[in-house]
């Protein structure tokens, strides 16, 4: 079957390709996708120069839905909503495998979602409730992000979770926040950032703070760090002041730079540091079992989505990812027309 691939050739530059797809594992046309940050730094070419050569011409995108178009196993059928899995294993490991070195990433390690049918395994595809928002279903892989660190999350900590921190009041602040709240909802919730206009959507968290503006005694059991580059330095050592002895920091912020970080005051209080990136299988089936469990959540995420851009050319992809990036809030979402 006949394909078109629309790759970025070049920072801000895309271009078509012909490809060739089998008729097997299962077929899929996308419908809507998502901008994520990961995708825009490939697009502004600030990634390192050796990275780029390495990986461009690349389609963008890993997160996003689709219709089944062809199941040759007969486990969907044709005009089923499906969310795509990025994370495709290449072997098994004893890690998990969206930390595997023998997993390949879509929209990094070779290409995303943005061309006319994506071919996937069965295990790469989980069916929807066809009553899901479409334009929040978009980024349920930024949400696994979040389900799965706070997944590890509970089964590493051994202190009481009466207080947990969230510090970024961006999207992944706001969904980690949403979904301690519902995953722990006798927990208290607070945020910290330093948008004042971004904080006000946060009205769902028990307390929201400015990072410059912290009571004095104010304390935390555990933090969850989702602010990225180089701010994420000031994120961390606020969250060892602040943390209780024994406590946990979850990082979920990607920096290109290395982070210094107060190890006197790390050991001092005995404090559990825990790396968190990409998802899983068992994530998505966690998160679509949630979502439709608690149809609640679609109301606040779809406060994060900023923009719906309608897809039918390069020129229109060029100019979703031109206004997402002077977007400092929110998700834009590609109604891929394709």
């Given at each position: 079957m006949i394909n078109i691939v629309y790759r970025l050739k070049s920072p801000k530059f895309f271009e078509e390709s012909i490809d060739e797809i089998e008729l097997d594992g299962v077929v899929v046309r996308p419908t809507f996708l998502s901008i994520c940050q990961a995708d825009?730094?490939?697009?502004?070419?600030?990634?390192?120069?050796?990275?780029?050569?390495?990986?461009?011409?690349?389609a963008l995108i890993h997160e996003g839905i689709g219709e089944v178009v062809f199941d040759g196993e007969g486990n969907f059928k044709s005009g089923d909503k499906v969310v795509m899995i990025p994370n495709t294993p290449c072997g098994e490991?004893?890690?998990?495998?969206?930390?595997?070195?023998k997993s390949k990433f879509r929209g990094s390690g070779f290409d995303g979602f943005t061309s006319d049918l994506i071919k996937l395994e069965a295990d790469?595809?989980?069916?929807?409730?066809?009553?899901?928002n479409n334009h929040v279903s978009a980024f349920i892989e930024l949400i696994t992000v979040a389900y799965q660190g706070i997944s590890k999350f509970d089964e590493l900590t051994i202190t009481p979770k009466d207080r947990l921190g969230v510090w970024g009041d961006g999207n992944l602040g706001f969904i980690t926040s949403l979904l301690l709240k519902v995953i722990y909802p006798e927990s208290e919730v607070i945020i910290f950032g330093k948008h004042q206009d971004n904080l006000a959507l946060f009205s769902f968290t028990d307390e929201q703070y400015r990072i410059h503006d912290v009571p004095k005694d104010l304390v935390v059991d555990h933090g969850f760090?989702?602010?990225?580059?180089?701010?994420?330095?000031?994120?961390?050592?606020?969250?060892?002041?602040?943390?209780n002895?024994?406590?946990?920091?979850?990082?979920?912020?990607?920096?290109?730079?290395?982070?210094?970080?107060?190890?006197?005051?790390?050991?001092?209080?005995?404090?559990?540091?825990?790396?968190?990136?990409r998802s899983e299988r068992e994530d998505f089936i966690g998160v679509v079992k949630l979502l439709d469990e608690n149809p609640q959540l679609f109301d606040y995420l779809e406060k994060l989505?900023?923009?719906?851009?309608?897809?039918?050319s390069l020129n229109d992809l060029k100019e979703a990812f031109d206004q997402d990036s002077i977007s400092k809030f929110g998700k834009t979402i590609l109604k891929w027309n394709k």
């Open positions: 825009q730094r490939y697009y502004q070419g600030s990634r390192p120069a050796e990275i780029l050569d390495k990986k461009l011409p690349m490991d004893v890690c998990r495998l969206n930390y595997s070195y790469r595809v989980v069916k929807l409730p066809d009553d899901f760090e989702c602010v990225g580059s180089s701010a994420s330095q000031t994120a961390i050592e606020q969250i060892i002041d602040l943390i002895p024994q406590g946990t920091i979850n990082l979920f912020g990607v920096s290109e730079y290395p982070i210094p970080i107060n190890t006197r005051m790390i050991l001092e209080k005995g404090i559990t540091i825990q790396g968190n990136s989505v900023t923009n719906v851009c309608e897809i039918n």
